[in-house]
Nanobody
Framework: QLYIVESGGGLVQPGGSLRVSCATA????????IGWFRQVPGKEREGVSC????????????YYADSVKGRFTISRDSGSNMVYLQMNGLKAEDTAIYYC?????????????????????WGQGTQVTVSS
């Protein structure tokens, strides 16, 4: 049975740091692309960062949205079935609900496209609020 649960959200001041986590079970994390997405009420869900599935060159590539490059870092620990998003230099515009998602097929920069992920492979989200 699939288990995907985000945690670690909260209130942080501008310029601060936060690490959100995603605990998983029920599938082999090494065989899936990993995505972090965020959504603000009234706006579409957007890709923040992702690690693509292995492509024909056996590469697994990491991508970041331009708005978070240099500030956010995605990582995974396959041994503990955990995925992380380290967020530094947080800004008010980073305020959103953050979701992790997984897909066994997507390769390349398409891993930043939330439409590529099936509904069953999403967590419930964790709220991140950046405010003084």
């Amino acid at each position: 049975q699939l288990y995907i649960v985000e945690s670690g959200g909260g209130l942080v001041q501008p310029g601060g740091s936060l690490r959100v986590s995603c605990a998983t079970a029920g599938f082999d994390l090494d065989q899936y692309a990993i995505g972090w997405f965020r959504q603000v009420p009234g706006k579409e869900r957007e890709g923040v960062s992702c690690i693509s599935n292995i492509d024909r060159n056996s590469d697994r590539i990491t991508y970041y949205a331009d708005s978070v490059k240099g500030r956010f870092t995605i990582s995974r620990d396959s041994g503990s079935n955990m995925v992380y998003l380290q967020m530094n230099g947080l800004k008010a515009e980073d305020t959103a609900i953050y979701y992790c998602a997984f897909d066994p097929w997507v390769v390349g920069s398409e891993c930043l496209n939330p439409a590529r992920y099936e509904e069953d492979y999403w967590g419930q989200g964790t709220q991140v609020t950046v405010s003084s």
